[in-house]
């Protein structure tokens, strides 16, 4: 069992940053892929980033050159940190864990978002 808690969201102008934090409990913090999803107001959640065991990144197409995930193994932490924020980026994150680079098993309360323009 994983369980995944978030923090670091809130409210931000169209341009700002913001860092999201994920803290996963358990011993084998290492052995999991980790993600990043949103979900927008009416909308189904989509994929965000995800960063694998041994440091391998994906980023969907919108965030790439503006998001970064990295992960800490000793502090048991995923990070995205997120730049040139836009009002489409809107939404409540969530952190997952996988113990694949495709499947997540995991899944943490989220962590709200809000761009104004």
């Known amino acids: 069992q994983v369980q995944l808690v978030e923090s670091g969201g809130g409210l931000v102008q169209a341009g700002g940053s913001l860092r999201l934090s994920c803290a996963a409990s358990?011993?084998?913090?290492?052995?999991?892929?980790m993600g990043w999803f949103r979900q927008a107001p009416g909308k189904e959640r989509e994929f965000v980033a995800k960063i694998r065991w041994d440091g391998n990144t994906v980023y969907t197409d919108s965030v790439k050159g503006r998001f970064a995930i990295s992960r800490d193994n000793v502090k048991n932490t995923v990070y995205l940190q997120m730049s040139s924020l836009k009002p489409e980026d809107t939404g409540v994150y969530y952190c997952?864990?996988?113990?694949?680079?495709?499947?997540?098993?995991?899944w943490g309360q989220g962590t709200q978002v809000t761009v104004s323009s």
């Open positions: 358990g011993r084998t913090f290492n052995r999991y892929a």
């Open positions: 997952a864990a996988g113990t694949t680079f495709h499947v997540y098993n995991y």
